[in-house]
T-cell receptor, first 114, second 109 residues
Framework: DGGITQSPKYLFRKEGQNVTLSCEQN?????MYWYRQDPGQGLRLIYY???????QKGDIAEGYSVSREKKESFPLTVTSAQKNPTAFYLC?????????????FGPGTRLTVL | EDKVVQSPLSLVVHEGDTVTLNCSYE??????LLWYKQEKKAPTFLFML????IEKKSGRLSSILDKKELFSILNITATQTGDSAVYLC?????????FGTGTRLQVFP
């Protein structure tokens, strides 16, 4: 069953703790992205990776870190430096070739910091 | 600066109405324009458009791109309550996607 998986679906953490959100894809897509969405707001880009062992900061990278050691996996760590981490986090992967350029989203992780 | 602008921000209609959602863009190195539907969860993919004037159609939804005037429209005919959602437009360039803020559509019975 192909697709993008994110875990966990819901995550509760105490203030000051680092948390890592998982994102895995078996679509063989090269590029992967992390977005944050706050209630009633649009999507904001946190980090993206176009190839294994390489990633770039998005618009709101402060307080977050990522790694891309395998093509299938792009985990996001929300550190204690992130001032307001409660949000809906979406991972996506992108396919680009001669005839197509499309991005697909995982189901998301809702993070609540207590 | 790259930008994608969607209009209207919000739309309220009755079942059976036809709606047109707009997306205009100014993006360097344009590759494609994407439409998504987002209910209370992750966005789901609707259409990818790369060529001007070629309509993409899926059931009651259709979309077309004008690369000269830099805009796209998403049409929904005979709306149903299940069409209620936020519709997102995004433009891809070589690095990433630039998203609009979305149009919130509410369909009442």
């Amino acid at each position: 069953d192909g697709g993008i998986t994110q875990s966990p679906k819901y995550l509760f953490r105490k203030e000051g703790q680092n948390v890592t959100l998982s994102c895995e894809q078996n679509l063989n897509h090269d590029a992967m992205y992390w977005y944050r969405q706050d209630p009633g707001q649009g999507l904001r880009l946190i980090y993206y990776s176009q190839i294994v062992n390489d990633f770039q900061k998005g618009d709101i990278a402060e307080g977050y870190s990522v790694s891309r050691e395998k093509k299938e996996s792009f985990p996001l760590t929300v550190t204690s430096a992130q001032k307001n981490p409660t949000a809906f986090y979406l991972c996506a992967s992108r396919i680009r070739d001669i005839s197509t350029d499309t991005q697909y989203f995982g189901p998301g992780t809702r993070l609540t910091v207590l | 600066e790259d930008k994608v602008v969607q209009s209207p921000l919000s739309l309220v209609v009755h079942e059976g109405d036809t709606v047109t959602l707009n997306c205009s863009y100014e993006v360097t190195n344009f590759r494609s324009l994407l439409w998504y539907k987002q209910e209370k969860k992750a966005p789901t993919f609707l259409f990818m458009l790369t060529s001007s004037g070629i309509e993409k159609k899926s059931g009651r939804l259709s979309s077309i791109l004008d690369k000269k005037e830099l805009f796209s429209i998403l049409n929904i005919t005979a709306t149903q309550t299940g069409d209620s959602a936020v519709y997102l437009c995004a433009v891809t360039n070589t690095d990433k996607l630039i998203f609009g803020t979305g149009t919130r559509l509410q369909v009442f019975p």
